[in-house]
């Protein structure tokens, strides 16, 4: 076993899901897990700090697996998740981390799909239920005793529920959970409203939270770039076409991920390796020193495996992966820019991890300026250059050596010397795409700017010419009332109403569009059929607003 998982192993967790976590090639913790696991497997009430991407899913996940008795089929552990998406998510990384324990199992339970199944699957036993507050309360008013079993609870974007208006659906909740549970809440930011639930609903909860401190990092020029997870090699690819760099650090988070991209980066030509803490010290070692001779031009690493590199001829760092914290960031990018040199940092930031760049620019003191994914042309412009580059010390006496050869072949073949030139160059570029075209049709990419969230969500195939309504936020419904412009309505009536009568908080109701003949307004997802009744008797500008769910398909 390496050492990193021994950074796993000292938590205290349980052997099964060592090995889950070996298999899914996780090297040590990140800061939020190391902090949290122990508090949460000592069964104490926590409250944790944290955003997306600094590793919160696993830091409550784990410790928890490592409690439940799976033999137990009952619900024993309840997650709740502002948004379908997001419960998604969380109950995919649950089933990930307990492949190992045979007889645990995991529903997801959302608004938007059929109650039946759902129920059904807590009747026989599932041990943990994520779910969305409103979807929740809807199956308590058909059985009170769902949760009457619960042991954990974890409130996850506790910050994010209460903008979507669950305030009331989590204190139902929390009603129907026995009171010697523990309850662990997370969220990015600590509001007085969430300070007060944690006061009303959890015991001397243990405060965790990753300091951030300033850190500057001026000799290193640092940009971003958009990108969809399942475009990230595609996009490296092409930005090591147009940058410049000598020797480069690619940064991901597992060990898998490593082999997968330094093999395809090898695939293409370049001198690359991976360095993960699977591979021996003394492999490991070799590798860092033909990084520092140019045998290697770019290493793929872990952070674990990275840990106090020093190359001078590092003139790039990318974030393929992003960092857990601003801490590892700053680290990761002090890999280059040693020993007085100038360096460049390039961070990939999927849209759901926008939060983490601000974050990053926020602690850093510095704007991380946005890149463009270089186009076909960019990168035609730069083989172009870099052929240039190599040709242009051999022109210089390369007739005196070869003229007279040349003179022989044109004769003997019977070509002229543009053909023959042109022959040597398709030798010399061993085939490298070297037209527009060419290249386009090597590197097919969406471009980084396409709207592609809606079809993330919606996977509805060809999205392209849809009347482009505008996307929905997450977790968000738009309906629609035959009240508009022409009946004297303006936004901010339909507002009133709706927070007065509907009990929401400003933050859950979305877009308000009104058109002439009927108005749009986006509410919150989970909990809207209820919503939608509450609403049933009211009235706007003396008028009846029969708000009804809108679907423009
Ligand atoms: P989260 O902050 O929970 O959304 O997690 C962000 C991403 O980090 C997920 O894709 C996880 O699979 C990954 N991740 C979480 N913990 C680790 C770890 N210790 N090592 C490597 N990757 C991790």
Same mark, same amino acid.
């Given at each position: 076993?390496?050492?990193?998982?021994?950074?796993?192993?000292?938590?205290?967790?349980?052997?099964?899901?060592?090995?889950?976590?070996?298999?899914?090639?996780?090297?040590?913790?990140? %800061? #939020?897990?190391?902090?949290?696991?122990?508090?949460?497997?000592?069964?104490?009430?926590?409250?944790?700090?944290?955003?997306?991407?600094?590793?919160k899913?696993?830091?409550?996940?784990?410790?928890?697996?490592? &409690?439940?008795d799976p033999?137990?089929?009952?619900?024993?552990?309840?997650?709740?998740?502002?948004?379908?998406?997001?419960?998604?998510?969380?109950?995919?990384?649950?089933?990930?981390?307990?492949?190992?324990?045979?007889?645990?199992?995991?529903?997801?339970?959302?608004?938007g799909?059929?109650?039946?199944p759902?129920?059904?699957?807590i009747?026989?036993?599932?041990?943990?239920? @994520?779910?969305?507050?409103?979807?929740?309360?809807?199956?308590?008013?058909?059985?009170?005793?769902?949760?009457?079993?619960?042991?954990?609870? @974890?409130?996850?974007?506790?910050?994010?529920?209460? &903008?979507?208006?669950?305030?009331?659906?989590?204190?139902?909740?929390?009603?129907?959970?026995?009171?010697?549970?523990q309850?662990?809440?997370?969220s990015?930011?600590?509001?007085?409203?969430?300070?007060?639930?944690?006061?009303?609903?959890?015991?001397?909860?243990?405060?965790?939270?990753?300091?951030?401190?300033?850190?500057?990092?001026?000799?290193?020029?640092?940009?971003?770039?958009?990108?969809?997870?399942?475009?990230?090699?595609?996009a490296?690819?092409?930005?090591?076409?147009?940058?410049?760099?000598?020797?480069?650090i690619?940064?991901?988070?597992?060990?898998?991920? *490593?082999?997968?991209?330094?093999?395809?980066?090898e695939?293409? =030509?370049?001198?690359?390796?991976?360095?993960?803490?699977?591979?021996?010290?003394?492999? !490991?070692?070799?590798?860092?020193?033909?990084?520092?001779?140019?045998r290697?031009? #770019?290493?793929?690493?872990?952070?674990?495996?990275?840990?106090?590199?020093?190359?001078? !001829?590092?003139?790039h760092?990318?974030?393929?992966?992003?960092?857990?914290?601003?801490?590892?960031? @700053?680290?990761?990018?002090?890999?280059?820019?040693?020993?007085?040199?100038?360096?460049?940092?390039?961070?990939?930031?999927?849209?759901?991890?926008?939060r983490?760049?601000?974050?990053?620019?926020?602690?850093? =003191?510095?704007?991380?300026?946005?890149?463009?994914?270089?186009?076909?042309?960019?990168?035609?412009?730069?083989?172009?250059?870099?052929?240039?580059?190599s040709?242009?010390?051999?022109?210089?006496?390369?007739?005196? *050596?070869?003229?007279?050869?040349?003179?022989?072949?044109?004769?003997?073949?019977?070509?002229?010397?543009?053909?023959?030139?042109?022959?040597?160059? !398709?030798?010399?570029?061993?085939?490298?795409?070297?037209?527009?075209?060419? @290249?386009? !049709?090597?590197?097919?990419?969406?471009?980084?700017?396409?709207?592609?969230?809606?079809?993330?969500?919606?996977?509805?195939?060809?999205?392209?010419?849809?009347?482009?309504?505008?996307?929905?936020?997450?977790?968000?419904?738009?309906?629609? *009332?035959?009240?508009?412009?022409?009946?004297?309505?303006?936004?901010?009536?339909?507002?009133?109403?709706?927070?007065?009568?509907?009990?929401?908080?400003?933050?859950?109701?979305?877009?308000?569009?009104?058109?002439?003949?009927?108005?749009?307004?986006?509410? %919150?997802?989970?909990?809207?059929?209820?919503?939608l009744?509450?609403?049933?008797? *009211?009235?706007?500008?003396?008028?009846?607003?029969?708000?009804?769910?809108?679907?423009?398909?």
């Open positions: 076993m390496t050492q990193e998982i021994g950074g796993f192993a000292a938590l205290g967790l349980h052997p099964n899901i060592l090995s889950a976590l070996t298999a899914v090639g996780y090297e040590e913790p990140s %800061p #939020i897990q190391a902090q949290a696991i122990p508090v949460i497997l000592a069964g104490q009430d926590m409250i944790g700090q944290a955003q997306t991407g600094t590793g899913t696993a830091a409550f996940a784990l410790p928890l697996l490592s &409690k439940i033999a137990k089929r009952e619900p024993q552990a309840l997650i709740l998740a502002p948004t379908r998406e997001l419960a998604l998510q969380v109950a995919t990384a649950f089933e990930t981390y307990s492949k190992q324990m045979p007889g645990l199992n995991v529903v997801a339970v959302y608004g799909a059929p109650m039946g759902q129920l059904k699957a009747r026989q036993g599932a041990q943990v239920i @994520v779910a969305t507050p409103g979807r929740l309360v809807d199956h308590l008013r058909r059985d009170e005793k769902v949760l009457s079993t619960i042991q954990y609870l @974890v409130l996850d974007e506790a910050d994010e529920m209460l &903008k979507l208006g669950f305030m009331d659906d989590l204190e139902v909740i929390f009603e129907a959970m026995p009171e010697t549970r309850s662990v809440l997370f990015a930011t600590l509001p007085h409203s969430i300070r007060s639930i944690a006061e009303k609903h959890l015991r001397n909860p243990q405060h965790i939270k990753i300091a951030s401190k300033t850190q500057t990092v001026t000799a290193i020029e640092q940009a971003h770039l958009m990108v969809h997870a399942d475009q990230k090699h595609a490296v690819l092409r930005l090591l076409e147009v940058e410049e760099f000598d020797a480069l690619g940064f991901v988070r597992t060990k898998q991920a *490593t082999l997968d991209l330094a093999a395809i980066l695939a293409k =030509g370049y001198k690359a390796a991976a360095l993960n803490g699977d591979i021996a010290q003394n492999q !490991r070692e070799r590798v860092i020193e033909s990084l520092k001779d140019g290697l031009d #770019i290493v793929i690493a872990t952070d674990v495996a990275a840990r106090g590199l020093d190359v001078p !001829r590092i003139t760092v990318m974030n393929v992966d992003m960092p857990y914290d601003p801490e590892s960031y @700053v680290h990761r990018i002090g890999r280059t820019g040693r020993a007085g040199r100038t360096g460049r940092a390039l961070l990939l930031v999927t849209p759901r991890e926008r983490m760049l601000q974050v990053i620019e926020r602690v850093t =003191g510095q704007k991380v300026g946005e890149v463009k994914l270089p186009n076909g042309q960019q990168v035609l412009d730069a083989r172009i250059k870099k052929l240039t580059t040709l242009t010390p051999l022109v210089a006496d390369a007739e005196a *050596t070869h003229g007279e050869l040349l003179d022989r072949l044109t004769a003997d073949i019977g070509c002229s010397p543009r053909a023959l030139a042109s022959a040597l160059l !398709r030798l010399a570029t061993k085939g490298q795409a070297l037209t527009l075209a060419e @290249v386009e !049709r090597e590197q097919p990419l969406v471009p980084n700017n396409a709207p592609r969230e809606r079809s993330e969500r919606s996977d509805r195939g060809d999205s392209r010419e849809r009347r482009a309504p505008v996307p929905l936020a997450e977790g968000r419904a738009r309906c629609r *009332t035959a009240l508009g412009a022409r009946d004297g309505i303006a936004a901010k009536n339909l507002l009133g109403a709706i927070l007065n009568e509907g009990g929401l908080v400003r933050e859950a109701i979305g877009r308000i569009q009104v058109r002439e003949s009927f108005s749009l307004v986006e509410l %919150p997802e989970d909990g809207l059929e209820r919503l009744t509450k609403l049933k008797d *009211t009235r706007v500008g003396g008028k009846p607003l029969k708000l009804r769910r809108y679907r423009e398909d």
